[in-house]
Every structure is written in C-alpha cells, then in structure tokens.
C-alpha cells in the first residue's frame, strides 16, 4: 500500500539549508523514479506545481513535459508569468493550451458551484488528457499534491487536480513534495530559485475566478472580477502586503445596482473586497485594510474597471463564512 503519513521524525523545512537538502535528497529520489524516462506535469503556476517543475526539472531537465491550461478563469498576467519564467527563462519544455473558449462555453448558464467546480474539473482533465495522448512515450505524471491536500481532501467543496484521468491513461505518480506544508513548498521554492512573486503567491483555487463570479459566469462579469482584482493585487503590493496576508481577491455578484454618475442613472455591477489571514484555510480572519488604502482600491476599481458603480468591503471570518463565496 501507499504511504501516505509523513515521518513524524522528519524536520520542519524552515531555511534555506533544510530547503536545499531536501531538493538534494529528492534529485536523487526522482532520478532514481524515473529512470532517464519522461515526466509529464500540469502547470498551473500556483507555487505547488510551480515548485515541482523547477524541482524536476533540476533533476532531469527535459525529459519534464509541462503543460499549462489557459482556462479563462486565471488572474490578470498569469499564464504570460508560467510562460515568461519557465519557457523564457529557464527552458523547460512548456505546452501552453488556449482552451478558454471551450471552458467558457461549456460553463454558459450553468449557476450551482459544484457543478460549475465538476464541469472546470472535467473539462480540464480532457484538455489534458487530449494533450497527453499527442505526447509519445511518456509513462510518468508528476503531480503538485501537497500534504494538507492528503490530509484535508474530505472537505466540503471539491478540489480538482489531475487525479481521475480516463482508464486509458495509466500513469505512475510522481509527487516530490507530497509529505510537505506550504511553507515548506515555499521554502524549497525559494532554494531553487523561483521569483518571489511566484513563490509567496497567494493560495489560488482550482476553478479559478470561477468561484469569484458566483452564479452563471459571464465573459462581461468575469472581466470585471480580473481587472478588480489585478488593482486590489497590485495596491497590496504597493502597500507591502504581498506574501504578508494570506488570500485576498474581489468577487462580483450576479446583479446590479443603481448609480449616478455625470447626472446620469447607472445600473451596474458592484465589486466586493475580501482579505483575510490562514494558517492553514480551515478558519480565517478579517485583515483590518486601513481605510486610506481601501479608499484608494474603491477609487481606482470606480475609476478603472468598466460596468461598475458600488465597491464593498465582506468582513466575514470563516467560520460563518467560507474564504471564497462558492
Ligand atoms: P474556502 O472557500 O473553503 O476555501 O474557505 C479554503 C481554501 O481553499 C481554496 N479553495 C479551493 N481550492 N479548488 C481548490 O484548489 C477549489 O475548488 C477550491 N475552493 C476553495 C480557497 O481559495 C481557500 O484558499
């Protein structure tokens, strides 16, 4: 059987030095796996699969196949930063796939999160799958799992990653940073080199700003949930928030309300704030965004972001509330 309990003796990855053995010891690990075979990885360019790219990489340079999804539901920037630091830069072997109509369609009209997380899931194992079939000889998928995705895969909403692929497909597994925490994860990615913009991103859900467009996703309302939330990032920043509050975003509603403005009535979409502190997602808390830096996001999202009137700021801690709103 599988063994999937991480050593109780094994050490906390909490420096550099640690970080750096570990990736020693698992160059040898996934050497040794692999056998000078190739390996095939989805790249999401969240840090779990982000890491285990430059870590396999390291280990076997390009017998490692990536595969990045565009699904339409990735943040403002995001798959040209996958492609920028892994083709660009490090020159891994990266397939990118624009498969953004194809989900966007399929998720026309469709209002219930489950089915909306089961349809993104679905479809996103047939792209793949659809990739790795025009791929020759490859016997090997390395996967991003973490160990709270082991220990916490019970919860109440459903997490997609590659599992459930078609019967036709066998792989054997290949996870290199299974038995690690993410600040682990975000040790070893540091050691390897990864920017730190994409090591200390923010938790990023599998659906995408999927969730963050609650009800039937429109392209309309999905820009606007993408431009809110590039501004909120981006004010973060500039206020040194990044990689300092867990997970923050914009969601917008599927309804609007009424507006004036240049002595005209406006009916339009309103954008909601939320920022909230982890340790480890099963609860959170409200980051108090001093209000001169929340007046600045209101501004520039009225400003800036086309089709809205109304900004709000959600100061629901999980529990009640949940991080995302489906
Ligand atoms: P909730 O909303 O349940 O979120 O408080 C807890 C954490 O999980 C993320 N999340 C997801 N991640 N697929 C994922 O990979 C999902 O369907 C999904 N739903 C929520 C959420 O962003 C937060 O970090």
Redesign the pocket.
Known sequence: MENNKRDPKMKRINNLELANAFIEEQIESIKAQTRGRKVLLALSGGVDSSVVAALIYKAIGDKLVCVHVNHGLLRKGESELVIKVFKEEMKANLIYVDAVDRFLNALEGVEDPECK?KIIGKIFIDVFAEEARKLEDIEILAQGTIYPDITESK??????NVGGLPEDLKFELLEPVKFLYKDEVRMVGEALGLPKKMVYRQ?????GLG?RCPGAITRERLEVVRESDAILRDEFAKAGFEGKVW?YFTIVPPFRSTGIKDNQRTFEYMVVIRAVNSID?TS?SIEEIPYPILFKIRDRILEEVKGVNRVLYDISA?PVA???WE
């Open positions: 997380r919860g109440v909403k459903a997490h997609h938790p990023f859900p599998g659906p969730v997970q997602a959170a999980k949940t991080i995302e």
